[in-house]
């Protein structure tokens, strides 16, 4: 246990879910004894987005939905750390969701935190990918006209080898998940209930904390099936824990060229060819 991640002040409202979030990152991340100049954490743009710039590690802030594919290069090109993309709903299966998608086949060695608040936050509110279908009533919050998304069956279909869901309003329990996504080798999702306390009036730490509940003991989360089947459970009752692991090969395991022990980046080059190449852009 280190001590080395710290927070700093953010621009988040008053009471958002986001500050469960981060505190609980940065306890991991001591916890698992890792040393910041050895973790990127990655984003791409939204309230969720901005967590690596109040964490002290290496950050990335890309652009709306391409946050996957600029972890997957940081990791590709550098082996030796340690990378979590920590970015919203909308962010992550709306604009990006197409990286979501095939970056799950690629199972490249990441961590996925989504910040789950069912809405676009950072742009005051309108409907994201997980908002709630729209009811005949619905009137306090952004509500989906199209069918809503459902993360955790989509990435178990795309082959992904881990996949979970957590709270905010569960501390403990959002600890013990993000540090196995973190140790698992390969692709790792964690959709995370956030409530956005300013803009989804529906979606509240109450609405939440009444329907969760923990996957018990005899969950076993290697059954692709059963798995499959508790994705489809929320409603009255949302189910939070590891829903589905597997042990499976990473593209990294699957390309041992590519790194032969020895990062890319740590590879020798020659900067004559590169600057050679760099000529056709000038
Ligand atoms: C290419 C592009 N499209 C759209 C936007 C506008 N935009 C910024 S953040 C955002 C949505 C953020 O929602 P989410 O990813 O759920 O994050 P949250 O703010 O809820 O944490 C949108 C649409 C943008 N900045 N860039
Ligand atoms: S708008 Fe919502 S998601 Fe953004 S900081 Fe405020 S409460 Fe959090
Ligand atoms: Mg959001």
Redesign the pocket.
Known sequence: MNNQFVSSETAWCPGCGNFSIIDTLVGVLNELDLSPHKVVLVGG?????KTNQYVSANGFSG???RSIPAAVAIKLVNDDLTVIVN?????SYG?GGNHFIHNIRRNVDITHFV?D?Q?????KGQT?PTSDACQLDHKTSACNLSTPFNPLLVAIACGATFVARSFTGRKDHLAMVMAAAIRHKGYALVDILQP?VSFNKVNTHSFYDKRVQELDASYDSSNKMAAIEKTMEFGDTIPIGILYQEKGLTYEDKHPQLFNDVPVIHKAHNMDDINELFKDFI
């Open positions: 743009i939204g309230q969720a987005a652009l709306h939905g970015t919203g709903d909308g962010d604009e910040h608040n809405i676009y936050g950072l742009t994201s956005c």
